[in-house]
């Protein structure tokens, strides 16, 4: 059984960077063919596709989030981690790991949720002093 947890801190002040962090339980990350995204849900808004990190390492992001956002992993530990710099209030959403199994990847900046196999329940981050 896959599971996806997310873990961070709830409350990041504004102007820092945001640190996250997806165990990955059930599957090994570097397996063939899987892609680790990290996904968010501003209030009130759709779903907004971040980026991910492929199971050899390589990474795509949203060109609109590219310039702050930098996905990694710790295969030691079977982790996936966001970093998102120069956060503002508008960064203020819950964020979602996922993961899913595509031969050639093609992504959506607004997914659904029936896009991707797995998911994490999501930690609230907000932005604010």
């Known amino acids: 059984q896959v599971q996806l947890q997310e873990s961070g801190p709830g409350l990041v002040k504004p102007s820092t960077t945001l640190s996250l962090t997806c165990t990955v339980s059930?599957?090994?990350?570097?397996?063939?063919?899987?892609?680790w995204s990290w996904i968010r849900r501003p209030p009130g808004k759709e779903l907004e596709w971040i980026g991910y990190i492929d199971y050899s390492g390589n990474t795509i992001y949203n060109p609109t989030l590219k310039s702050r956002t930098s996905i990694s992993r710790d295969t030691s530990e079977n982790q996936v981690t966001l970093q998102l710099t120069a956060v503002t209030p508008e960064d203020t959403a819950v964020y979602y790991c996922?993961?899913?199994?595509?031969?050639?990847?093609?992504?959506?900046?607004?997914?659904?949720?029936?896009?991707?196999?797995?998911w994490g329940q999501g930690t609230q981050v907000t932005v604010s002093l």
């Open positions: 996922a993961g899913r199994k595509e031969l050639v990847p093609v992504v959506s900046t607004t997914p659904a949720w029936t896009e991707y196999d797995y």
């Open positions: 059930g599957i090994t990350i570097t397996t063939d063919y899987y892609y």
